[in-house]
Structures are given as structure tokens and as C-alpha cells.
């Protein structure tokens, strides 16, 4: 089995390769920068020198890139079985404050990232009637929340990607599958959490973050399994399963919170 993983060398994604070259699987991990995509596979290798994997450095932006990356690791390691579309960037402040740039190089990354990931394994998948594609969203990707429009942006298009490639994929023997991690313990989320705005940091709240091996461990069984929707946790759940419904209350709950940062702000 070929697992393709986009952003494998770092968090989720890394997490997700250690687990499926324990369960000796061919995996292929694709980044933009070469050092942490080596760092991983010594890592690995120097657990076990009889996994198997190969590293790419693509940008998932760049399309022609991207599938020329992936055609060099399907050539290494056959056909693509399984791909992971993890790579994703985060980088909330609010509207007013965020350029465009900003804006824009969130939705490349995380939406057309995707896209493009998808695109380069897709056909290959249609022309053998197999195959699984993963999409990694976030919790961000089912609710709105303050301070990250952009992401929130990607992260709700991927679902509504997901959604409409699963029916289109079924007839042709492709799963997919699309996650919905909460706040998990990785790079981005180090990053991320010092720009968090406060109204955000109040809607959210101060649960712990998942350990990025405890949300890979819960996608690979996931998508074992064949599931669509991934939720890591009870809340990801509720949210995912009855979102709508809670909408108004869930809304006027976040404006509450936001107004009593404000207050605090200007007292
Ligand atoms: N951590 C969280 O709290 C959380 C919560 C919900 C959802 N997620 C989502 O989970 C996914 C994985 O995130 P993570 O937290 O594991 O982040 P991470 O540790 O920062 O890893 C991100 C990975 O994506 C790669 N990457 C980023 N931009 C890329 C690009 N343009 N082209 C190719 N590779 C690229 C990075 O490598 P290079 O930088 O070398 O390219 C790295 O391997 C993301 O889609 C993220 O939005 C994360």
C-alpha cells in the first residue's frame, strides 16, 4: 500500500507516516522544506531501517509541481492508495487588520493545496476503481470564529470540496474521507496560538490540546474504516453533527463572549 501524505513532515501529517511505516506501509511525505522532510525519515528509518519512505519537497500551490512531485513517488512506489491531504497554514487576525496576501495564501494553501493534491492521484485512482483520499479540515471548518476569516474560509470549503467529490468518487471505487481535528498539539498550533485574537481565544476555550498522534491514530482508523466525517472528540462531534441546529445559540453564546473581551479591554 502507497501512502501519499501532503505536509507529512511535521505534526498531523508526520504523525499519520510514523504510524503507517510502523504498519509497513510505502509512505511518501511531501513539504516544501527538504530539512524536516530528512529530519523525519531518519527518524523513522533509525527506528526501523526497513520502513519505507521516501520524501518529496513540493509546494502544494504550485500544481505543475505538485504532480510532478507525486509522479516521482508513485514511480518509486507504485500507484497512490491512499492520499492525506494535511498540508495547511494558519494565520488569524482579523479582517481589518489582515492583508489580502495574508488572506489569499491561506486559501491557496489550504483549499487549492488540496485541490491540487487531489487532481494529481485523482484519475490515477478512476482508471484503477481504487483508492482513498483524505482531507484534513479543522474544527475551524464547521463553525465560524473570530479572527480567522481566511482559515475559516478554507477550512468550510474543503468540506463542501469533500462532500461533493465523495459522490462523485463512490461510482469509481475512491473513498473520502475529510477530519475535523480540534486543537492539536503541532508546529502550527504553536505558532498560531500567540496571534490567536482574545475574543477567539474566549470562544474557543482553554480545553487541552490533542496530542497529534492520538488525532493520526484516530484518522488512520478512520479511514480503515471507510468513514466520511472524522471527528476527533466529543465536541468536534456535536459540532459536526448538530452545528446547524445549535447555530443561533452557539451564536449568540460567541457574541456574548466577544462582547465581555471588549468590556474587559476597555475597562
Ligand atoms: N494543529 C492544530 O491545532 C490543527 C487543528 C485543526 C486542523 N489542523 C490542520 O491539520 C493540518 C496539519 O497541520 P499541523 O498542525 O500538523 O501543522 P504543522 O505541524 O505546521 O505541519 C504542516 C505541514 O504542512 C507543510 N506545508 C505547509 N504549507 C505547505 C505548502 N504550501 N506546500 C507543501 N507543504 C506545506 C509543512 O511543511 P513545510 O513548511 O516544509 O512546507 C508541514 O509538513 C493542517 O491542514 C491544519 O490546518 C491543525
Same mark, same amino acid.
Given at each position: 500500500m502507497h501512502i501519499i501524505i501532503t +505536509? +507529512? &513532515? &511535521?505534526?498531523i501529517g508526520a504523525a499519520i507516516a510514523k504510524i503507517e511505516t510502523q504498519r509497513e506501509a510505502k509512505v511518501s511525505i511531501v513539504g516544501r522544506r527538504e530539512e524536516p522532510l530528512r529530519g523525519l525519515r531518519a527518524q523513522i528509518l533509525a527506528r526501523d531501517p526497513s520502513a519505507q519512505i521516501n520524501t518529496c519537497v513540493a509546494d502544494v500551490t504550485d500544481a505543475a509541481a505538485l504532480a510532478s512531485a507525486i509522479e516521482t513517488c508513485e514511480k518509486a512506489? +507504485? =500507484?497512490?492508495d491512499r492520499l492525506i491531504a494535511a498540508a495547511g497554514i494558519v494565520e488569524p487576525g482579523e479582517l481589518i487588520s489582515q492583508d489580502l496576501e495574508t488572506f489569499r495564501s491561506q486559501i491557496e494553501t489550504n483549499l487549492f493545496g488540496t485541490v491540487n493534491a487531489v487532481r494529481a492521484v485523482y484519475s490515477g485512482m478512476v482508471q484503477r476503481q481504487s483508492g482513498q483520499i483524505v482531507i484534513i479540515s479543522s474544527g475551524a471548518g464547521l463553525i465560524g470564529i473570530h479572527g480567522y476569516t481566511a482559515y475559516c474560509a478554507s477550512k468550510h470549503a474543503l468540506a463542501g470540496f469533500a462532500g461533493a467529490l465523495r459522490q462523485e468518487a463512490k461510482p469509481n471505487g475512491i473513498t473520502v474521507s475529510i477530519c475535523f481535528p =480540534?486543537?492539536?498539539?503541532t508546529q502550527q498550533l504553536a505558532a498560531e496560538l500567540p496571534l490567536r485574537p482574545p475574543a477567539a481565544a474566549a470562544i474557543i476555550g482553554d480545553a487541552k490540546a490533542w496530542p497529534a498522534a492520538q488525532v493520526a491514530r484516530m484518522i488512520v482508523r478512520s479511514a480503515d474504516r471507510g468513514r466520511f466525517e472524522i471527528y476527533p472528540g466529543l465536541k468536534m462531534a456535536l459540532l459536526g453533527r448538530f452545528g446547524a441546529l445549535a447555530a443561533p445559540v452557539l451564536r449568540w453564546y460567541f457574541d456574548w463572549k466577544t462582547a465581555g473581551v471588549r468590556r474587559n479591554q476597555n475597562d
Open positions: +505536509g +507529512g &513532515s &511535521s505534526g512506489f +507504485g =500507484p497512490c =480540534p486543537d492539536t498539539e
